[in-house]
């Protein structure tokens, strides 16, 4: 059992030993069967606080700004502009989500979408609907999309209708890589 620590097979520790490609740790295997990949993309930018007045009238929010990036295991989220880039061509599972408030008589549509290079992934879609005035609503979802090396991905919504005076807080997009 040859130690390689930059092409190969190495051991770590007692009953534990990885793989490495370039001197860094592509899998690691625990003596309890325990499979982890560090460099595959995973990734969760959160937005702590309110954000007031930025939709209702049609203008799409992309969430951009994130304040808090909880993990980025590969390092292909940008916080500052909340884009997730794949590092390599691959199937890539999305979730995101926010809380908006301020509703009022008028406002007909709330829309939330995925959109990456390839194709836009709807999560919501409620044209035509009238909400009441001081509604609130909570929005989440999910999207398996298919990225090519390169291929950037970002979650955006908006409320329609009437005019700009819907709030938000607790947004948060998050991914990683399936295979």
Same mark, same amino acid.
């Given at each position: 059992?040859a130690?390689?620590?930059?092409?190969?097979?190495?051991?770590?520790?007692?009953?534990?030993?990885?793989?490495?490609?370039?001197g860094?740790?592509?899998?690691?295997?625990?003596?309890?069967?325990?499979?982890?990949t560090?460099?595959?993309?995973?990734? $969760?930018?959160?937005?702590? &606080?309110?954000?007031?007045? !930025?939709? #209702?009238?049609?203008?799409?929010?992309? =969430?951009? +700004?994130? %304040?808090?990036?909880?993990?980025?295991?590969?390092?292909?989220?940008?916080?500052?502009?909340?884009?997730?880039?794949?590092?390599?061509?691959?199937?890539?599972?999305?979730?995101?989500?926010?809380?908006?408030?301020?509703?009022?008589?008028g406002?007909?549509?709330?829309?939330?979408?995925?959109?990456?290079?390839?194709?836009?992934?709807?999560?919501?879609?409620?044209?035509? $609907?009238?909400?009441?005035? &001081?509604?609130?609503?909570? !929005?989440? #979802?999910?999207?398996?999309?298919?990225? =090519?090396? +390169?291929? %950037?991905?970002?979650?955006?919504?908006?409320?329609?209708?009437?005019?700009?005076?819907?709030?938000?807080?607790?947004?948060?997009?998050?991914?990683?890589?399936?295979?």
């Amino acid at each position: 059992f040859a130690d390689d620590l930059d092409n190969g097979l190495y051991r770590i520790g007692a009953n534990t030993w990885g793989m490495a490609a370039a001197g860094a740790a592509v899998w690691i295997t625990t003596a309890a069967g325990e499979i982890t990949t560090p460099l595959n993309p995973a990734f $969760l930018g959160v937005k702590a &606080g309110d954000v007031f007045n !930025v939709t #209702g009238d049609g203008t799409y929010v992309d =969430d951009s +700004a994130k %304040t808090t990036e909880i993990y980025d295991h590969n390092a292909d989220y940008t916080l500052a502009t909340a884009l997730f880039t794949a590092p390599v061509t691959a199937s890539y599972a999305f979730t995101g989500g926010h809380y908006c408030v301020g509703f009022i008589s008028g406002h007909t549509g709330l829309y939330a979408y995925f959109v990456s290079s390839n194709r836009w992934a709807t999560l919501l879609f409620t044209d035509g $609907l009238a909400y009441s005035s &001081g509604g609130s609503c909570a !929005v989440s #979802g999910a999207a398996d999309l298919d990225m =090519d090396a +390169a291929d %950037t991905c970002y979650y955006k919504w908006k409320v329609s209708g009437h005019t700009k005076v819907i709030d938000f807080s607790g947004a948060w997009f998050s991914g990683h890589m399936i295979g």
